[in-house]
């Protein structure tokens, strides 16, 4: 795992919801390696845990990573407060391995909530032959539709109370679609409950799945057991770490029920 870490600077920053907000961070050494689904760790002004926060953009030309997040706590409300031309502490690019967007030609991205923005990527890598399910709580909380559609994927919109899109959960939509026609694969990042019905849905079709687990992380580079998930391997229980093993896992190698 190749990662360089230092202050760089902020080139832009903008609010895309209540709490949530989006930078750029001029990192060229860090855009050349990047992988979709990866992620980068920030040191926060006055804290000693860093906080891992996943790549939603990375751009090679331009020498960018775009990373979008929620304020959940003290951490990252200091880290809210850095505006552009101000220098954010990061390590990046982190995670073992990313989505393999290199093996298959269309596909199905699903994110929910903050787990969306990571799908970005992989969209960008499938434009029209892919369809991207977005979950939220409700209008207010929906972010990054307009990016989504620029990729040319076929969009859908889900809400928990149909104040925007779709009524219902974004795994009642991917019914919905795999009745139409099954994509060589499945990406997903969200909440747990979310990610294991998914990966029930592509068994019971079928299709290989990949799945971003989100979990409390350390050091992020696999030194410390914070982020140890409960896994299987070769027909054998095993502990895997996300931020070195992963955090992008195959489906079947998650045991969601621990």
């Given at each position: 795992?190749?990662?360089?870490?230092?202050?760089?600077?902020?080139?832009?920053?903008?609010?895309?919801?209540?709490?949530?907000?989006?930078?750029?961070?001029?990192?060229?050494?860090?855009?050349?390696?990047a992988v979709?689904?990866?992620?980068?760790?920030?040191?926060?002004?006055?804290?000693?845990?860093?906080?891992?926060?996943?790549?939603?953009?990375?751009?090679?030309?331009?020498?960018?990573?775009?990373?979008?997040?929620?304020?959940?706590?003290?951490?990252?409300?200091?880290?809210?407060?850095?505006?552009?031309?101000?220098?954010?502490?990061?390590?990046?690019?982190?995670?073992?391995?990313?989505?393999?967007?290199?093996?298959?030609?269309?596909?199905?991205?699903?994110?929910?909530?903050?787990?969306?923005?990571?799908?970005?990527?992989?969209?960008?890598?499938?434009?029209?032959?892919?369809?991207?399910?977005?979950?939220?709580?409700?209008?207010?909380?929906?972010?990054?539709?307009?990016?989504?559609?620029?990729?040319?994927?076929?969009?859908?919109?889900?809400?928990?109370?149909?104040?925007a899109g779709?009524?219902?959960?974004?795994?009642?939509?991917?019914?919905?679609?795999?009745?139409?026609?099954?994509?060589?694969?499945?990406?997903?990042c969200g909440?747990?409950?979310?990610?294991?019905?998914?990966?029930?849905?592509?068994?019971?079709?079928?299709?290989?799945?990949?799945?971003?687990?989100?979990?409390?992380?350390?050091?992020?580079?696999?030194?410390?057991?914070?982020?140890?998930?409960?896994?299987?391997?070769?027909?054998?229980?095993?502990?895997?770490?996300?931020?070195?093993?992963?955090?992008?896992?195959?489906?079947?190698?998650?045991?969601?029920?621990?």
């Amino acid at each position: 795992m190749k990662y360089v870490m230092g202050q760089y600077p902020v080139i832009s920053k903008s609010n895309l919801a209540k709490d949530i907000y989006d930078l750029t961070v001029l990192c060229p050494e860090a855009a050349e390696t990047a992988v979709p689904g990866q992620f980068i760790n920030i040191k926060a002004e006055g804290f000693m845990l860093r906080r891992p926060v996943s790549i939603a953009g990375i751009d090679r030309e331009n020498g960018t990573l775009r990373i979008i997040f929620e304020v959940r706590g003290k951490g990252t409300k200091e880290i809210a407060r850095l505006n552009s031309g101000d220098m954010i502490d990061i390590i990046a690019p982190l995670g073992g391995r990313g989505f393999d967007t290199q093996s298959y030609e269309t596909a199905v991205i699903i994110g929910g909530g903050i787990g969306t923005p990571p799908m970005l990527p992989v969209a960008e890598k499938f434009g029209k032959n892919a369809a991207v399910i977005c979950g939220f709580r409700n209008a207010s909380a929906v972010i990054l539709q307009d990016d989504f559609n620029k990729t040319g994927a076929e969009t859908i919109l889900c809400t928990d109370d149909g104040s925007a899109g779709r009524k219902g959960f974004v795994t009642d939509a991917l019914d919905d679609v795999l009745k139409l026609k099954k994509p060589d694969i499945i990406y997903a990042c969200g909440p747990k409950p979310m990610l294991e019905k998914t990966a029930e849905t592509a068994s019971q079709n079928g299709i290989p799945c990949q799945v971003s687990l989100e979990e409390r992380m350390g050091c992020g580079v696999g030194a410390c057991l914070v982020c140890a998930c409960k896994s299987i391997r070769d027909g054998q229980e095993i502990y895997a770490h996300v931020c070195k093993d992963g955090p992008v896992f195959n489906s079947g190698e998650v045991l969601f029920d621990d």
